[in-house]
């Protein structure tokens, strides 16, 4: 072969080799070129709506739950990969839609004006039984209704008495030998003395020689007549009560004391109140006694104030607002809590905090002292600058719940949303009709249903009158609630309160229509 068509041969075989050589270099991939990021998805992300009260409840759009009518709030899940495992996170769309504020513990003057609701009472101490001394027959009553003024002496009734008959005889008799045994003259005049009868009924047997058969019963002291037990023709024994007569010119006024609020008030203290009857005028008295127990059915026990009602413008049963203006020495660097911020279960008080992370809280248990006003004395748990959840908690609390965080019913837990319960099985939801008018319903029906033994939480909607409540059914049931709430003076659907519990409720308590 001659060079010519080696030569003719090499060339487009070298041309070959140099282009895949050229490709080789451009295109072949290099181990160290990045990755491409993944494809985001832009299909929006499903929502998901509940209930505070009822976490098993879950909608794909806002409403109303379908067991307690209450607005169902936006799930939202926590963001991932937060430091704090245990806390909740919400969006602000969230924060805006449960209505949830935050604000920070501050330090405070620990008084406040603590109102007090009571009504005028008889004063006990005068309140007096008007007696018969003698045995005899009522010929006719002097004074036959309740409410009639009778003065020391007056005349009360008219009776007829063998006893007081033979009695006259006795004395007349002893006149006669009045000289020689004046001893037994005067132990006849002190006989009729002893029945109560007048130095002048005395005289009047001695001077005129005659024999009364009927003679008057008279009063021994003055007041109103607030009872009357006989009727004419009635045959009296010796101590038989007659009249129930009461001196009005001096009265108590008994104000409503529940025990959260014992602790701020005692005897000496002032307090300033007026009657609903006489609102022209203000009064002021000295706390003279405060009852030593509670009562069992009201829950409450009586502070007292003494008055002079020499004019009678006041009258037993009127209702009275007081207002007490308490501090302790020493007490004005403490924390105030607003009551708001508290969510209650049997012995805790828990309170959700604000975290570094915006829109992160997670739940803290704290010790509380003395109700002073709208908030609470902070003993334990919180330090000044803390953020607290004042408004929404249960919204913030419920989130919590179906997200598996501490929360009122899971102190400690990590669960995925879908095995989130509660840890005892035997605690259950409940919720009552419970009448009521006013924010001092709210708090006392709150506070006998929390107090109850077996109830975790309890909450009363004012505007709904119902009370949505957690309890352990081993524990208590809700008969037994019920009968409990009915015991402080509140209707329930399944219980009447008597009328003497509902009647000792303040005035803008009642709630029933006349």
Sequence with gaps: MNKQKIKSILYPVGLLLAGLLLGWLLFHPSSESPTLPEAKSDLPKEEVWTCSMHPQIRKDKPGKCPICAMDLIRLHQSTPGMSNDQAIHLTPEAIRTAGIRSSTVTKGKASGELRLFGKVETDERQVRNQVAYIGGRVEKLLVSYTGEQVRKGDPLAIIYSPELVTAQQELL???????DHPEITEAARQKLRQWKLGEDQIHEIETTGKIKTEWEIRATFSGIVTSRRINNGDYLSPGAVLFEITDLSRLWVLFDLYEQDMPR???GDRIAYSIQALPEKQFEGVLRFIDPVIDPTTRVARARVEIHNDQGHIKPGMFVTGWVTSGKSGASDKLILPKSAVLWTGKRSLVYVGQKEAGTFRLRE????????SGYVVTDGLKEGDTIVTEGTFAVDASAQLE?????????SSLPPEAVTPSDPAVKEGHLHVAGNCDMCKERIEKVAAGQKGVLSAVWDKQQKILRFRYQSNLISENTLSAALAGAGHDTELDKASDAAYSALPECCLYRTP
């Design 173 to 179: 008799e002893s006149l006669r030998s009045d000289k």
């Design 265 to 267: 008030l005692q005897t």
């Design 404 to 412: 598996g965080k501490s929360s009122m019913m899971n102190q400690e």
């Design 366 to 373: 704290v010790q509380l002292g003395a109700s002073i006003g």
